[in-house]
């Protein structure tokens, strides 16, 4: 189950434990979903059409900027870890003991955007991935100063490998 939101002012509890059985807040939530490639998606509900495209997927911040229809909506997501950590009030604990950049799926690195003894700031553009024919802008987690790019320009990478090590 996942916790999703806008926003203070707009928030929803989304499960997709089973691929054709989707709740949100608790109720059935039907919708037909197709796939037209490059990040874009033909979804219908309650007899409308929409055209939704993913611009952008920071999978360390688990947040994802969408168009819905041409408008601009970004969604942070959260597990029941994150919502447990934030109630305990150590919803920051994990970012600060990260010391590496690791790439969240294969692909390939087709733009470096820091440079070795670069400070960043938390959400800072630090690389760019390619996957299925997607840019992700893979940002900072935290603040800190990048020691060293493990990866080259173009280089093809694997889901779990070390892209950036901060000092």
């Known amino acids: 189950m996942l916790h999703i939101s806008t926003g203070p002012a707009h928030s929803w509890e989304v499960d997709f434990r089973a691929a054709d059985s989707v709740t949100l807040n608790g109720q059935p939530f039907a919708w037909d979903l197709a796939a037209l490639g490059n990040g874009r998606y033909h979804v219908l509900h309650r007899g409308k059409s929409y055209s939704a495209e993913l611009v952008e997927a920071d999978y360390t911040a688990k947040v994802f900027i969408f168009k ?46 820091v440079q070795p003894g670069q400070a960043v700031q938390k959400g800072d553009p630090l690389l760019v991935l390619e996957a299925m024919k997607m840019e992700n802008i893979l940002k900072a987690p935290t603040d800190g100063v990048i020691e060293s790019i493990k990866v080259a320009l173009r280089a093809n990478v694997t889901k779990g490998q070390v892209l950036v090590q901060f000092a």
Not at 79 to 96: I, K, V, W
């Open 68 to 113: 819905i229809n041409g408008q601009r909506i970004e969604l942070q997501a959260k597990d029941r870890f994150d919502q447990l950590l934030e109630r305990l009030g150590l919803s920051d604990a994990t970012t600060l003991k990260v010391n590496e950049l690791k790439a969240p799926m294969p692909g390939l690195i087709v733009d470096v955007r």
